[in-house]
């Protein structure tokens, strides 16, 4: 997967389904987001879209977080890819997997080369 991928917003009807949730992984930000609590900034949830060359430091977190914080939802957009080691640990804690019709536009007028996932932990 190009660094390009990684530059895609969330598609906005996502983006409104979450508005209330924490964004630790906004577009083009600087801070070091991996490094926060993501829970001190929620009592609802975390969304998360990472980038897609490396999402794996992100998932991780995103367990993390969840074991840290059981009340705490946290959601992520990701590539639907059954076969890599990341899908596998979502598997494994828990994760509800919500495939999405279709493919998405990530704001940019033309569809995804891969189908995408919304997993909750």
């Known amino acids: 997967m190009s660094k390009e991928s990684d530059n895609y917003r969330t598609d906005k009807w996502l983006i409104d389904l979450f508005r209330s949730y924490y964004d630790p992984c906004p577009f083009k930000s600087d801070r070091d987001l991996l490094g926060e609590n993501w829970a001190e900034h929620t009592k609802i949830g975390v969304y998360v879209n990472p980038p897609y060359s490396n999402p794996k430091p992100w998932i991780m977190k995103a367990i993390q977080t969840k074991k840290t914080d059981q009340?705490?939802?946290?959601?992520?957009?990701?590539?639907?890819?059954?076969?890599?080691?990341?899908?596998?640990?979502?598997?494994e804690h828990g994760a509800q997997f919500l495939m999405i019709n279709g493919r998405l536009k990530f704001n940019t007028g033309k569809s995804a080369p891969f189908p995408s996932v919304l997993v909750i932990l």
């Open 71 to 91: 009340n705490l939802n946290v959601v992520m957009l990701l590539k639907h890819d059954s076969s890599t080691e990341w899908f596998r640990l979502l598997h």
